[in-house]
């Protein structure tokens, strides 16, 4: 689980808000290979199979300027996998045919075609050659001999760092970087990528610095010189093209070849984030141009149609939309938290109150979390108690009264007060009225229990209980909104002592309620209360305004007017029925249906998801059971099963499926049981006994240790199959981690 | 009340997720440096890495546990478009302090975008595994065979219509299955951040019951409460502010 508390505040750089320029697009109307600017920023050329186009580039728009594919014969000579403008002169440009021709434009030509000339040298695309062409001799001025490789990709170095030297890729996944001047071998080599390399760039600031890309999907940043890696960017697929940011010492741009359509910017500090990604292209990018100088405006075109203009405004921040924080709370009650560091973007605001606004830029690659573990946690959290109870919970083997008893008390121990008061009033519901017996053994609990909260009435710490103390302990329970102690004084009423009956009915009203009672008798167990009627949960009224209602509604109800009249009021119905329920225990007559308000009751824990309590109590009510359907009670149990299984308590969990009366339950231990066997020497199964082999007739699985046949408990290790005697073998591995047989394996006992 | 221990770990970036196992022993955490580390409660309440491996090519968004009983099973997804299952293996040199090996079982590479959430189904609906991507598309994995973790099909395809965030099971037996899906769309215009699917077993179709309208700010993460036998779900959502909200199923 992961919790996002307040979402990272967003980590930009600088974005000129006075840049006049604004993302926009155009349709080129074919699958763009390769694209190009012309040094002024002023236009832009687009090539593809089925495509070749110069654009002005506009304030809010590209305008068709050229277009190149034009002519009677359009062969492959027009077909483009690469394009490039002269650095000289404006109007020049070249471009590298898919049939391994370069092809040299003109635009001043006045014809309608501006094909210049042809360069034929490479007889196919990727044969594994490296030329320099002169194009004003209109021949090949040198050719490298690279090898048996085909080269990927060539750059030349910024002029400014080395005039004569050039970078080229090769499939190998090697980096050459040639001296023009000398055609034999490359100045230096070193291996970039595991796989073929698809793109390199030189850093245009940085000297020492050349970018590659590859098949590998990983972005390196190299010190060309050394060949040694400075950084490494992990990116989702094969990169097609890579490009420096102008003015941002980390930043590279980079398109991928397959899956990935966006373009994403790079820090290459963070390597694992974009930076920023733009995300226009519905197909593949193909090409990635910068603004000479500006680091906020670049230019792409993809296999979608599509040439674009983007600027950093509109970027999306891959950064600022992550989940910065993670939380989890186990089963025991631990939490786990993930959190980011923002201690350095604090000590960052600090320096800023002196200096200069720090690069946002730079909090971008502070990016560390810290975690977190808190142990041993809040009391709300923590299932002692769950366990507790599941473990100390007699469920069988007592009689019924003692196993409430006794629930009763586990409850109270883990200040689970609510679930001993029913576990209570279950006992006194189903117990034979013995009256005054039960009474006093009812009391004496009372007087454990008052005892132990009482010790904690000094702590400070739990408030709570002994208020909820106070109010079990306190009889009358008037106005008392608190449900369990509703459900407490109810079953509190049945066994109260007559000094008590006379503060909630007074004398006079007890008499007068009698004839109810007299009723009630003559119908006998027939008479079942509408389940509205009786709700355990339900807040008792002042009680001694109960013998009023009784006058009003006289004479008696009987169980036809009840279930005639369900428009009674409801109110004065569950205080009647209190008073009878009352006044039957008193009379010691269990005869009742008190099976509506245990369901309810039962009902009503797992609605609170206690499902532990109405398990428990479903099993040790046995037969006494209300009538539920068996897919809730399978619910039930598996609920509670799983939650056994969760704390590991697979006895309390077997206990529990041996008890259960449902058959889907109780079949559960009944599935794969069997082990089966096999002879560690023949490798036949043993069917019949399970430590004498019939077919090699020898005792299988001696003991280790003592070498005698293993009787009882056996343990071996799932490495070696070797094992023995439990107690020898402990003794053993005391000694010695390795198997007593001498098989030199490393025992695993777990 | 509470103890709180900082767990070095060594993430070189942010840490996007913290999951516990089954039974709050073990814990795997991911980041977007691209790696998952899982981590073992030692006996002296300490916790110990013992694996760290680079799991995908994107930021690992989620990590999630497998219910026991199919092994030691985890599943990761990412930015890189796709969710990983991965299962230990105790080879002859683990258990004793040595790192144990985690072995991608499968990779579902079915989204065309970053995906954001990984949830196992509840163990009685099977091995079940529904993911939910940025472009609103949740998937539904099967492993027919819970034996053989490396063969899985897409079930369905869920369209959201709305970009999603996060997921959550219903855990409930008693009921149809069911899935909350959340989403992060910041526009309030875009409708309830939260939707709740239910399989129809009769078309064996997911079909939207419900869209919380009074969700209408970005939803960050959802989960549904443990059933335990309640009739009715309980449902956390986590956006601006918390909201539960009960569910109650007509009839």
Known sequence: ?750 | MFVTRHIPTDHQDLIHDVSYDFHGRRMATCSTDQTVQIWDLQDNGEWKCTASWKSHSGSVWRVTWAHPEFGQVIATCSFDRTVSVWEECVGDTGRDGVQSNWIRKTSHVDSRTSIMDVKFAPKHLGLLLATCSADGIVRIYEAPDVMNLSQWSLQHEIMCKISCSCISWNASRMHAPMIAVGSDDPSPSAGGKCQIYEFNSANRKWNKVESLSVVTDPVHDVAFAPNLGRSHHLLAIASKDLKIISLTPYG
């Open chain 1, 1 to 750: 689980m992961s919790v996002m508390h307040n979402v990272s505040k967003a980590v930009h750089d600088r974005v000129s808000t006075n840049n006049p320029h604004n993302s926009y697009g155009i349709n080129c109307e074919g699958a763009v290979n390769a694209m190009d600017l012309n040094r002024d920023v002023s236009r832009v050329v687009v090539a593809g199979r089925n495509v070749f186009k110069i654009y002005n580039v506009e304030d809010d728009e590209f305008t068709e300027k050229f277009n190149l594919r034009v002519g009677r014969k359009l062969n492959l000579d027009f077909s483009v996998s690469d394009v490039a403008w002269s650095h000289i002169d404006d109007n020049i440009l070249a471009s590298a045919a898919t049939n391994g021709k370069v092809v040299i434009w003109d635009l001043n030509k006045p014809s309608k075609s501006k094909q210049d000339f042809i360069f034929q040298e490479h007889t196919l695309v990727l044969d594994g050659s490296l030329k320099i062409f002169d194009i004003r001799l209109k021949r090949v001025a040198s050719t490298f001999s690279v090898g048996s490789t085909s080269i990927r990709d060539v750059q030349f170095c910024p002029s400014n760092f080395n005039y004569f030297a050039f970078a080229a890729a090769d499939e190998g996944g090697n980096v050459q970087i040639w001296d023009m001047r000398r055609l034999t071998s490359p100045e230096k080599q070193f291996t970039a990528h595991g796989g073929p390399m698809f793109c390199l760039d030189w850093h245009p600031s940085e000297p020492k610095w050349l970018a590659t890309g590859g098949r590998d999907r990983t972005i390196k940043i190299w010190d060309h010189a050394l060949g040694k890696l400075l950084y490494s960017v992990p990116t989702i697929a094969s990169v097609a093209r890579i490009k420096w940011r102008p003015e941002r010492k980390y930043h590279i741009a980079s398109c991928s070849l397959v899956i990935d359509f966006s373009i994403n910017v790079w820090d290459v500090r963070r390597p694992y984030i974009p930076f920023a990604s733009f995300e226009e292209h519905k197909n593949v990018a193909t090409g990635i141009v910068w603004k000479k100088d500006d680091g906020h405006t670049f230019y792409s075109s993809g296999k979608d149609n599509f040439l674009y203009q983007h600027v950093f405004k509109d970027a999306i921040r891959p950064a600022d939309k992550v989940v910065p924080d993670g939380l989890d709370v186990s089963v025991i009650g631990h939490v786990t938290q993930a959190t980011k560091d923002k201690t350095k973007s604090l000590e960052k605001k600090k320096y800023s109150m002196f200096s200069k606004q720090p690069d946002k830029g730079d909090q971008f690659i502070d990016a560390k979390s810290f975690v977190f573990s808190y142990t041993n946690c809040h009391q709300l959290l923590s299932m002692e108690w769950f366990v507790n109870c599941a473990k100390q919970y007699i469920l069988h083997g007592r009689s019924f009264e003692e196993m409430c008893e006794h629930n009763a008390q586990v409850s109270d121990q883990n200040d689970r007060f609510q679930v001993a008061q029913s576990w209570r009033m279950l006992k006194a519901i189903y117990t034979k009225p013995t009256v005054t017996k039960n009474l006093l053994r009812t009391e004496s609990v009372m007087s454990n229990v008052s005892e132990k909260p009482k010790d904690k009435v000094n702590q400070p710490d739990t408030p709570k209980s002994t208020e909820k103390d106070k109010q079990t302990m306190d009889a009358t329970s008037e106005d008392d909104d608190m449900t369990d102690t509703d459900l407490s004084s109810i079953a509190r009423g049945q066994i109260n002592p007559p000094v008590e009956w006379d503060i909630l009915f007074g004398g006079a009203d007890v008499e007068q309620s009698f004839p109810t009672f007299g009723h009630m008798e003559n119908i006998g167990p027939d008479f079942k209360l509408p389940k509205e009627a009786f709700v355990p949960r339900h807040e008792i009224k002042d009680p001694s305004e109960v013998p009023k209602q009784n006058n009003q509604d006289s004479p008696p109800l009987s169980a036809n007017e009840t279930e005639a009249n369900p428009a009674n009021n409801h109110n004065s119905k569950v205080n009647e029925d209190i008073n009878m329920l009352l006044l039957m225990k008193e009379v010691e007559i269990s005869e009742f249906a008190f099976t509506d308000c245990v369901e309810q009751m039962l009902k009503y824990f797992a609605e609170e998801g206690d499902v532990q309590t109405t398990v428990c109590m479903l099993v040790v009510l046995g037969e006494r059971r209300p009538k539920i359907p068996e897919e809730i009670q399978d619910d039930w149990f598996i609920s509670y099963l799983e939650l056994l299984a969760r704390f590991k308590l697979w006895t309390v969990s077997n206990t529990l499926i041996n008890l259960s009366h449902l058959g889907s339950i109780s079949m559960m231990n009944h599935q794969s049981t069997t082990i089966n066997v096999t002879c560690n020497q023949c490798n036949r199964v043993l069917t019949k006994v399970g430590w004498l082999c019939h077919k090699c007739k020898s005792v299988i699985n001696s003991c280790a240790v003592c070498h005698l046949p293993v009787k009882g408990l056996f343990v071996w290790c799932q490495g070696c199959s070797h094992g023995g005697h439990i107690n020898h073998i402990q003794e053993w591995l005391t000694i010695s981690k390795q198997c007593p047989t001498g098989c030199g394996h490393i025992c695993e006992y777990t």
